[in-house]
């Protein structure tokens, strides 16, 4: 079994005791047959020494955790009994009155005798047999405990086996056991270190909570019959296993209780303690990072929430800090980094968690914990609601009400927050409506619209497994049809279509047509191929006929208002496909490519058109033909073209089922304006001449990034984030960090890369057109070594014959060595050589220097890895040497990136004689790396970089693609700079951001050369910026001109101090011959 911690020999070190139970049993029955069988009674001083027997036999087991002999068990009894004697003694002398006026003495003595016997011993309790002592002792007391409280409480406990793990649910006599769809579910992780105690312990606390959870309900007039449930989940536990196994099985009871229980993620709250609480946690983080649907709230009592993290000594805490100690070293120390990576919750971003109840102690030995937990969750934007009780220790709500009278005060609060999150969630819609001023709850929503997506969302919930029932599928479909009808019928008015029907492969397709305008040929026709929704087994086309009427009409707007777009037809076929439970894929699939044929073979019209479109499973469908007609998997014998263009609206295309729970229709028109503007500009601009498919899929990710950072820069008084930044900028970074992390390791698959090489190629053109009429800058192309290169020449402002006045700067662009290509940094490279140009003329040395840029290109990840991308960048640096006939010192190397990388690989190179023109090349003047990617170590912290567009994903993937053995250090060479030799090479400038994910590269990087006494390169760190910040335009991000200022000034420093030396040279030279001659005049006369 994964990560199950294996021992020698089967056996663990610790006290395993196994004889003491049979010797005490042994002594009490000889004792007992001694004073039976030769005194013939048993009087009161026997019993009495028979009780004694009886307390050592519980003392001896509540300390054997403790210890390791029983010589230590005897020592630590003197030890504990003092400390007891102790408490009492001070209790008496305080006139009867405990330490705090919220404890009590069976607390106090408690306390006592437990912090004296950890801190003495607590690091023992995390060995194998004191663990499972431990664990036995507490859970005889639990179900002890238990049975009383369920007696008491009017409960039922019900075990079951899930996981090879015993399970405990709790709930109220006379509650449904078998459907749990309708019910609230208390997913609750018990405490104890991850190693000790059980879930029969917290029977009496579950029983509590759930009582006053019921009680509060009762005042709601609303929620009087909303049924709560409690399941206290099980965990395998240390020293057995090892971490992250707790985190696993706390994962699967999740799993369980959605897939087997079918409780829906929305019914369930995460709560737990302690440790448990970190469970609970670190739960939440998983269902983030795999884009799962979240439970309704958490909550966290006295979390343990950061494994690696010191904890503060508490001596008015009953747990000591060698114990918390001994079970940081097993989980941290003891274990690989990666697995207890998940439980360091206080290093990790918390934003889209749920809301959050934080219970937290004074006392509490991980009060700090709490508190800074509480801290990074509001400032991460998440809704906490913090609980902190005074002069109590942790978890105090475990201690029964006569021991610890403050821990009922702690569950009514943990029963409130249940109940106020289970009222905001069941308040019906009006209410909700009149409690915010009667407005809707979006301002795009309307009341109305509130109403039924209310109805629908509830309906969903409780029968969506019915619509792929046979019985139901049937019935819902007959149902859509005739609403449909009905609907369409005043849409078709309203918009003067008329309707036709075709039957077609035995099922029934639907044509809106317009009234054909006057003087238009056949050519002059656009038709919406559309593939309805329903999950693939609901609705029909006729539902549609509303939604396309209006389609349709925006689509003849846009035309008209477009110049050239006047006079054109525009008809929409529904079209109609087999579907779930009858038929599955890929039937549904091999329908819409057949009605695609139809259209094409029966129709007689042109691939240019007709355009996709579908909503939701029919989105899926545009999708699927795309790609089937594209890879010619279609009925015809030949293969088919491609349509002009696609539309998907909110498309299935994703069956890994992480989808989110929030279920959020379109806003109507607008979506609609936009369907057509998009389908007007296709069908006019005729983009059927690019083979490519054409799609357009509008992600929920994106519309999420953009309406939180909306609000959250509202919610700031309409500032950024940051000082030097911009609402433009938050906009795009946020919308990039979220498609890097979700969709990073794609960029260095075969498929995916070139498409994102050409879409870079286009998109730079484009700006790039703007950016050299900006910067009066000449564009020219190299083809060399089968890729095309870039010249960007400035115009020189005078004529000149002098080479020597020109300045080249060399850039390998970046791209994480897979995607981008030079004409991407075409803006960028016009912005360097304004730059350096307004440097040189500060300088007063610039009115007649030439510089250019040479924007070199190399072969890429995945067709090409390392060495390739490394020889092709000194390739270009010879080709500038031979074929140009440039002086290495008019040269400056120049990189960002991956390209930065590629900067310092060909100085290494070229320092080392690795060249295939030379055997030994000179290096040039200088180099500049923005943010370079210079260590494959894969030491770089998940934690940092938050607000790059960088994801971990994507860095680790641009690694692992660019190196083919990045296992094995010893072959990295010049691809991991940092692990060179730097000596002997020129001046560098190493500029980087704060907030950049590769920051510490940059940093290894001057340590490394400070190391290796390199004293001439220079470091520049900008507060508060990303990964390749420049790379920006001006106008989103306006600091960026202060980094190519910085660059510049760089540039030009080297190129003068080399021109100063030249001109030195020069005249020691001239003056040396004038002696010459002046000597010899001399000697003639």
Known sequence: MKHVRNFVNGRAPGYHAAYTLPVFLTVTVLSLWANATHLQWLGLHHLVVLFKLVLLLLLHELLRPFCLSFRDVCTLSTHVVGAANTAILQFVQRGMRPKFPEWTLWYEWFQAIAFAAGQRNGGHIIKMPNALAMRRNFQL??????????????????????????????????????????????????????ALFSPHFFVEFANRLLTQVKRQLSAGADTVTMDVQILLANYRKLPEVCFPAPLDDAMTMFDYLVNHEKVPPRRIILAGDSAGAGLALATLLRLRRARSESP??????????DLSADVAVSKHCFIAKPMLDAIKAFCVEETPQAYWREGAMLQTDLRGLPPMFIQAAEFDILHQQS??????????????????????????????????????????????????????????????????????????????????????????????????????????????????????????????????????????????????VENSSATNRLVLLFYHGGGYAVLSPRMYISFCSALAGAIKQELESQEGGNGANIDVFLANYRKLPEHQFPVPAEDAVTMYEYLLQHEGLEPSQIILAGDSAGGGLVMSTLLRVRDGESGSESKLPLPLAAIVACPLVDLTGDEDEKYVLPYARVGIQRMAVFAAKQW???????????????????????????????????????????????????????????????????????????????????????????????????????????????????????????????????????????????????????????????????????????????????EYQFPVPAEDAVTMYEYLLQHERLQPSQIVLAGDSAGGGLVLSTLLRVRDGKSSWKSKLPLPLAAIAVCPATDLSGNDDENEGQHCILSPSLTAACFRGYHPTIEDPSTWADASPVHCDLRGLPPVFVQTGSFDYVYQHSLRLMAKAKADGVTNWELDVHEGMPHVFTFHSSFVLPYVQVGFQRMAAFAVKQFLSTATMDKTIATATSSSKDAEITQKSFSVA
Not at 393 to 407: A, C, D, G, N, W
Not at 475 to 499: K, N, P
Not at 797 to 812: D, P, Q, T
Request: aromatic share 12%; charged share 20%; glycine share 8%.
């Open 141 to 194: 007391i639990g179900r002890f405990l238990g049975c009383i409280a369920c007696w008491r409480h009017g409960n039922v406990i019900e075990s079951f086996q899930h996981n090879e793990l015993e399970h405990l649910w709790l709930r109220s006599k006379g509650a449904n056991q078998g459907d749990k769809q309708k019910c609230i579910v208390v997913l609750y992780y018990h405490g104890g270190g991850y």
């Open 296 to 305: 309704m709230a958490a909550m966290v009592n006295c979390p343990f929430a």
């Open 371 to 516: 508190l800074q937990l509480a801290k990074n969750a509001r400032s991460d934007g998440v809704e906490v609601q913090l609980d902190v009780h005074a002069h109590m220790p942790h978890v105090f709500t475990l201690f029964p009400h006569f021991i610890m009278p403050q821990s009922s005060e702690g569950i009514q609060n943990m029963a409130g927050f249940i109940v106020r999150r289970l009222t905001a969630h069941r308040r019906p819609t009006i209410v909700q409506y009149v409690a915010r001023g009667f407005k809707p709850k979006f301002p795009q929503w309307t009341l109305r619209f509130e109403l039924l997506r209310g109805i629908m969302r509830d309906g969903a919930d409780m029968f969506g497994e019915r619509i792929i029932d046979k019985n139901h599928a049937c019935v819902i479909r007959r149902q859509s049809e005739l609403f449909g009808s009905f609907q369409g019928w005043f849409a078709r008015l309203q918009y003067g279509l008329r309707l036709e029907t075709v039957e077609f492969n035995g099922l029934e397709h639907v044509w809106l047509k317009a009234s054909p």
């Open 684 to 862: 006019i601009g005729d983009l059927v001449a690019d083979p490519r498919v054409p799609t357009k899929i509008t992600r929920d990710c994106g519309k999420t990034t953009i309406v939180k950072t909306l609000v959250q820069y509202v919610n700031r008084g309409f500032k950024p984030e940051f000082p030097n930044w911009t609402l433009c900028y938050e906009l795009s970074r946020g919308i990039m960090r979220d498609a890097t992390n979700m969709f990073g390791e794609r960029l260095f698959d075969e498929r995916h890369a070139p498409i994102l090489r050409r879409q870079s190629e286009l998109l730079g053109s484009f700006q790039g057109w703007f950016a050299r009429r900006q910067h009066n800058v000449l564009l020219e192309t190299v083809q060399l070594n089968g890729l095309e290169h870039l010249w960007l020449k400035s115009r020189p402002v005078k004529a000149s014959n002098s080479v020597a006045n020109r300045v080249v700067v060399l850039y390998y662009h970046g791209g994480a060595y897979a995607v981008l290509c030079p004409r991407a940094y075409i803006s960028f490279c016009s912005s360097l050589i304004t730059a350096i140009k307004q440097e040189f003329a500060s300088q007063a040395a610039g009115n007649d220097v030439i510089v250019d840029v040479f924007i070199a290109n190399y072969r890429k990840v995945p």
